[in-house]
């Protein structure tokens, strides 16, 4: 079946590796394996450290006479159910100016990967802007299941462990112009790792992270505290009624394999001790190591990158959604 935009950028963001197509002046095609991110509408990688036979790279030299590339990401299993592609058609250029869209597609690659924090790329970086989207499955999952119970069971251990990251601050009125927009940011770059983002569904810090995420065609879900769905801000992709009042903080704590918390104040400090309680990991952007009273929160990570911050967080959330889904 044809896969939606929104599914193509998400099964594209959360794959590790895509093969980047290009074509040289003779008619040449060349494909080569990268690592990538995805941010907004372009699609960023760059020449990193790895052993090469040339420095004289043949998918710059093609980019430099023919921008027009496409990238393709896939999964293969021997239950056919679960078969994939998605393919980014774009126009590329190169970029090796210290500085601006360079920096700005480094700090990308380095929320994405560990091993460029350890080494940052220091080669050109190449920008795709995508002009299509192409996608396609084998079958829905659910569907699959459905109509082949064995199949559905055989799949299983080829099923990646779907992270939820919960992000947590002040609401509306007590969120500064700062956090929210730094919420923005946290909500964009989870988006490309290709998490769920779980909130409290309403304003500040919380509408903040749903405009990230919607804006880079991620999905964010709110778990409001009463009944009226209208509360919800108009970012979310989801947004549930638990009608249960404050304890629906628990429902986002425990939704949660990991917490980025961005701001403070005492319902934030209730939101991080629960978490701790519940042996959920927390991660902090601007926020206030000391609860009230004095009594420190040794529970927060305290960060000072939003790339960083968003790194930690999922790395450590795909690590125990991995030993959710495969006990053993």
Known sequence: MDLSEQECRRRFAAARVARL???????????????????G?????????????????????NIAANPRVSLLVDQYTDNWHGLWWVRADGQARIVDTP??????????????YDQY???VPAGPVILVQIERWRGWAYADRGVSRAADPAAATDAVPDRPAQVQIGVI????????PAQYELARQVGNLLAHT????????RGGVMEGVALGVQEAGGLCVGILPGHDRTAANRYLGAAICSGVGEKRNEMVVESSDAIL?????????????????????VFGLDFAPVATGGRRL?????VDDPAEAVTRAFETARARAHTRLHPE
């Open 21 to 39: 197509a290009t074509v040289g002046t003779d008619g040449t095609p060349h494909l080569v394996p990268v690592t990538f991110a995805l941010a």
């Open 298 to 302: 040794d529970a927060v990570v305290i």
């Open 41 to 61: 509408d372009q699609v960023v990688t760059a020449v990193d450290h790895k052993p090469k036979r040339t420095a004289a790279l043949r998918r710059l030299a």
């Open 261 to 281: 918390v961005i701001g403070s104040n005492a319902g934030t400090v209730i939101e991080v001790l629960l978490a701790k309680k519940n042996g959920v990991p």
């Open 194 to 201: 290709g998490a769920r983002v779980v909130c409290g569904g």
């Open 117 to 119: 924090r350890a080494a």
């Open 99 to 112: 500085g601006g869209e360079r920096s700005a597609a480094i700090r990308h690659l380095t929320a994405k």
């Open 169 to 176: 601050g002040p609401g509306a009125g007590e969120a500064t």
